[in-house]
């Protein structure tokens, strides 16, 4: 990955803060800040876009599908664009925020954000595709670069501000998702529905706005007056450091295990009986309690020096769950649905929180990120598809869920590796 495994500083946000000393005076100028409150409140507003935007989809696809006149086969890329785009937008998020500053590239991508929410209901199939690229590609920017942004200003309460975002992740998915039909209902077709969350892009990027002139200004006054001692040194290369694999390779396993659920646990309900209304409840009854575990897990992980007892216990309940499915899963349904939510919301908040915890500064949080979700989102796109061919092939899901029993065990063994008390480059 050349990207954000470069040996040079491709990942840094704002790089010289870190990497270059300077007099006190123009240090003070390079790192003015807006005010916390809207510093927190961007990074709310950013969380909350992370996910609302796909997850509004999955209730609507039936009728897009029908609009567009596209096959099962098609309509499945109105879901593995982003995935992929989310993982190839990864390589190019350290670059952009290095060229412009953070807050640029979030405001930039929140801006992309709403174009491309737009561009899907746009009348040829071909734009509903293009959509749904930028849409991923501009997700993608703003998950690569918010575990920087924390390191950076929030460095002794990482952990805390780790489990409030992925929070607000969730929350903006499962209201997304509950109210995708309401707001179909209420506007009048699917259009009117996707589009909603456009609103919601261009308010987070109207809050980012004055924090991307405050640090592009402060930047700018102190390049002017800045001395560098030395030259920026590179950072620690990933690509040779066992614990960063380790990292990418756990984000990547337990975003393989939630897209695997979110694309197939309601098909798996209804095809066992249960009807669809009720399939839909549950489904998003697991997503709801996903922010359970998403805020508890960070911040018990921010008080422990090793997280590999978290990175177990989280791997153990979405296998109870998977397992759960295979035995009894119309029975148990809102059981297993209790256990994988908190399962999968406690494994996206480790694996965001690790990014930060193994990394010495914002620079290498920054890179591991890239790298981490780079692969982590390019593995998940191949889950559901993966799965689903092995579903049809064996006509049952017994063979398919055994398979995510298997990935359940290994991301348990990576958790072991990557829940470590160390740090890159040490």
């Keep these: 990955m050349s990207g954000p495994d470069s040996t040079s500083p491709t990942g840094l946000i704002d790089a010289e803060d870190d990497l270059i000393p300077a007099p006190p005076v123009a240090a003070a100028r390079r790192r003015l800040r807006a005010h916390p409150a809207l510093l927190l409140a961007g990074i709310v507003l950013a969380a909350v876009n992370m996910r609302a935007a796909l997850a509004g989809v999955s209730p609507l696809l039936n009728e897009m599908a029908r609009h567009f006149h596209l096959a099962a086969t098609a309509s499945s890329l109105v879901t593995t664009i982003p995935l992929v785009f989310m993982g190839l937008g990864s390589l190019l998020a350290p670059r952009l925020a290095r060229r ?29 595709f293009a959509g749904c690229a930028v849409v991923g590609g501009s997700i993608a920017l703003l998950n690569v670069l918010m575990p920087g942004l924390i390191k950076r200003d929030f460095p002794d309460r990482a952990a805390a501000m780790t489990a409030l975002y992925s929070t607000a992740m969730i929350l903006g998915a499962t209201v997304s998702a509950a109210s995708a039909v309401p707001l179909e209902n209420a506007l009048g077709s699917w259009q009117g529905s996707l589009v909603s969350w456009a609103l919601l892009a261009a308010v987070a990027a109207l809050v980012w706005l004055p924090q991307a002139v405050i640090a592009r200004r402060g930047t700018r006054h102190g390049a002017a007056a800045a001395t560098p001692a030395h030259p920026a040194a590179s950072g620690p290369r990933l690509s040779r450091s066992p614990l960063a694999w380790q990292v990418t390779l756990f984000m990547g396993s337990q975003s393989l295990i939630a897209y695997v659920i979110i694309a197939w646990m309601p098909t798996i309900f ?10 839909g409840l549950v489904f998003a009854f697991s997503t709801l309690v996903q922010m359970a575990g998403s805020f508890v897990v960070p911040t018990l992980a921010g008080r422990m020096r090793r997280q590999r007892l978290l990175g177990v216990a989280v791997s153990a309940l979405m296998a109870c769950g998977v397992a759960g499915l295979l035995v009894a899963p119309v029975a148990g349904a809102w059981l297993w649905a209790a256990i994988l939510g908190v399962g999968q919301g406690g494994a996206l908040g480790l694996a965001l929180t690790m990014m930060v915890l193994r990394s010495g500064d914002a620079h290498t949080a920054a890179r591991l990120s890239g790298m981490s979700q780079t692969g982590g989102y390019l593995l998940a796109a191949v889950g559901p598809l993966a799965l689903g061919a092995v579903h049809q092939a064996t006509a049952g899901w017994t063979v398919p869920l055994l398979l995510l029993l298997a990935v359940c065990a290994g991301l348990a063994l990576l958790a072991l590796g990557a829940g470590r008390d160390r740090r890159i480059g040490e």
Excluded: F
């Design 100 to 128: 412009w500053g953070t807050e640029a590239a979030l405001c930039g991508a929140l801006v992309a954000l709403c174009g491309g929410i737009v561009l899907r209901i746009a009348p040829p199939v071909a734009a509903l």
């Design 270 to 279: 209804t095809d066992h009986g249960m009807g669809k209304s009720e399939a």
